[in-house]
């Protein structure tokens, strides 16, 4: 869940595909071998709303004033 939502951020902030690329594969257990094969839902079931969250952000524009809404879906602060 945090690289998913440091994967957002970035992607907010540079507009690099590449980041939006790796949100999304993280979710959804596609990206590299770097998160298990399956999506995140199903190996982490409480983070659904948090994913589906992400997952809204993800399929708009990015917008730096999206960032601190997308930090605070974990519960600890990485800034």
Not at 6 to 32: C, Q
Not at 54 to 60: H, P
């Amino acid at each position: 869940m945090v690289a998913a939502v440091i994967a957002t951020v970035a992607w907010l902030d540079t507009e690099e595909p590449d980041f939006r690329e790796a949100a999304l594969g993280i979710m959804d257990g596609g990206w590299k071998c770097l998160v298990p094969k399956q999506p995140l839902v199903e190996v982490l079931p409480a983070a659904g709303t948090k994913v589906d969250q992400l997952s809204d952000v993800l399929s708009s524009e990015p917008d730096r004033d999206k960032i601190d809404p997308v930090l605070d879906l974990i519960y600890f602060n990485y800034r």
